[in-house]
């Protein structure tokens, strides 16, 4: 039987992210086998409770109210389905030496109880707040909750300690405050303790992104006049869940005169020859997420649109290449062209084009790298991040435009990327 996520029966090792730098990193197959030790989920659920009751120990805060369904995750792992995440009807507590409460949607709560045996029986409880305020706050509920809250903490003895809670309906906030609960961020204590991946973590990382390569090999198959964008997502869709994703967030499809300037959703455009085409897959396995771009040509390329890929591989490249355990995201971030140099008014308006963003439970997690934000407060990078590294090109015709992403595992000594499907000369799909 698993051990219950109890912090104070949490151990130093827990915390150890347990990584081993030794070989390539693996993308094991998706099954749980006898004769192969793949992902530990009983460590990696202590593990990220660990690092979530460092960061609480750190910000000076006694106790965290989630509400966010990726925090939620993170310390409880509990999970009710993709539906839930803009619902705003579950939440979770954790205060002090106590072990996680979490207030689940119905009969949620009951089957938590009976199958996530690494909680507490009794702190799976039955709950709802105000669904986004469609159960209005007269009703009560969240003064209800508030209360039982606010007990929970005085109970654990930190009622004279802040409450980190990461976000909220304003009615929440204000029932919070009326049970005289100090509130500060919480969404930043939840952010530091997600920053560092254990092994596990980059293991279904990587995993992840193995479902992204094949994704692609399809995609460079299918991209023909006759397709369009709207097929190749729903043929993405498709294959994404049935190799197992548990949430295909969204697919990016972006073809011929829709690359510049980039719309970041998809239309029913169908491609034509020589169009240039990106594409953004955004999904997750087991909860750990993908950002992947690549770019294609569909027949033929000409040398304005070759010239644009090049110069989105090179500054790619210098960002992967400067990347090792110290370095701080400014470096990285002025490796980049200036918004003014590739066609923007400002960084503001070209921001997400030159990034670099955290992955993990969710898509944009620590650390951020971006010259709108970078270089006058920059981070720290560390062994154990993962995070995306994306460039744009727009193309001298006025139209077409390259976009390439990478993940990579930030490692000992410097990086590894994970996103294998080959990027580093322009893909000629269907070629003529």
């Given at each position: 039987?698993?051990?219950?996520?109890?912090?104070?029966?949490?151990?130093?090792?827990?915390?150890?992210?347990?990584?081993?730098?030794?070989?390539?990193?693996?993308?094991?197959?998706?099954?749980?086998?006898?004769?192969?030790?793949?992902?530990?989920?009983?460590?990696?659920?202590?593990?990220?409770?660990?690092?979530?009751?460092?960061?609480?120990?750190?910000?000076?805060?006694?106790?965290?109210?989630?509400?966010?369904?990726?925090?939620?995750?993170?310390?409880?792992?509990?999970?009710?389905?993709?539906?839930?995440?803009?619902?705003?009807?579950?939440?979770?507590?954790?205060?002090?030496?106590?072990s996680p409460y979490v207030w689940d949607f119905g009969s949620a709560a009951v089957h938590h109880q009976k199958y996530s045996d690494w909680l507490e029986p009794d702190h799976c409880l039955a709950g709802v707040v105000g669904m986004r305020g469609t159960i209005p706050p007269e009703f009560g509920l969240m003064r209800k909750y508030a209360k039982q809250i606010a007990q929970l903490i005085k109970d654990a003895g930190m009622s004279d300690m802040p409450v980190g809670v990461d976000y909220a309906e304003t009615a929440m906030f204000h029932a919070l405050q009326e049970e005289g609960i100090k509130v500060v961020d919480g969404q930043q204590i939840m952010l530091a303790a997600r920053e560092i991946k254990n092994w596990d973590e980059i293991q279904l990382l990587t995993q992840a992104a193995s479902m992204v390569d094949g994704v692609y090999h399809m995609i460079w198959e299918e991209l023909k006049p006759g397709i369009r964008e709207n097929d190749i997502v729903a043929m993405s869709n498709k294959m994404l869940y049935e190799m197992g994703s548990d949430d295909v967030e969204a697919i990016n499809a972006i073809s011929g005169e829709r690359c510049n300037p980039h719309p970041h959703n998809f239309t029913d455009r169908y491609f034509r020859p020589g169009d240039q085409a990106f594409f953004d897959i955004l999904q997750s396995y087991q909860g750990y997420r993908t950002c992947y771009y690549r770019t294609f040509n569909i027949g033929r390329a000409t040398p304005a649109q070759t010239d644009a890929y090049v110069k989105a591989r090179e500054w790619i490249d210098a960002s992967i290449e400067a990347i090792k355990p110290g370095v701080t995201t400014d470096q990285v971030a002025k490796l980049w062209p200036k918004a003014e140099e590739f066609g923007f008014p400002n960084e503001d308006a070209a921001f997400g084009l030159q990034f670099g963003h955290g992955l993990g439970l969710a898509l944009h997690e620590?650390?951020?790298?971006?010259?709108?934000?970078?270089?006058?407060?920059?981070?720290?990078?560390?062994?154990?991040?993962?995070?995306?590294?994306?460039?744009?090109?727009?193309?001298?015709?006025?139209?077409?435009?390259?976009?390439?992403?990478?993940?990579?595992?930030?490692?000992?000594?410097?990086?590894?990327?994970?996103?294998?499907?080959?990027?580093?000369?322009?893909?000629?799909?269907?070629?003529y």
């Open positions: 039987m698993s051990r219950a996520l109890k912090p104070n029966l949490l151990t130093p090792q827990d915390a150890q992210p347990n990584w081993q730098w030794e070989k390539r990193l693996p993308a094991s197959g998706h099954m749980s086998v006898d004769f192969e030790r793949r992902i530990d989920h009983d460590r990696l659920r202590r593990y990220r409770l660990a690092r979530t009751k460092q960061a609480l120990e750190a910000s000076g805060a006694g106790t965290l109210l989630l509400f966010d369904v990726n925090n939620i995750r993170y310390v409880s792992a509990t999970k009710i389905g993709e539906w839930e995440r803009d619902k705003m009807c579950r939440f979770c507590l954790l205060t002090g030496d106590d620590r650390p951020i790298i971006s010259r709108a934000v970078s270089l006058d407060h920059p981070m720290e990078i560390q062994t154990g991040m993962v995070f995306a590294l994306e460039t744009y090109c727009p193309a001298a015709d006025g139209y077409s435009a390259a976009r390439i992403e990478e993940e990579v595992v930030v490692t000992e000594t410097g990086v590894e990327v994970i996103s294998l499907f080959p990027a580093e000369e322009l893909p000629i799909a269907n070629r």
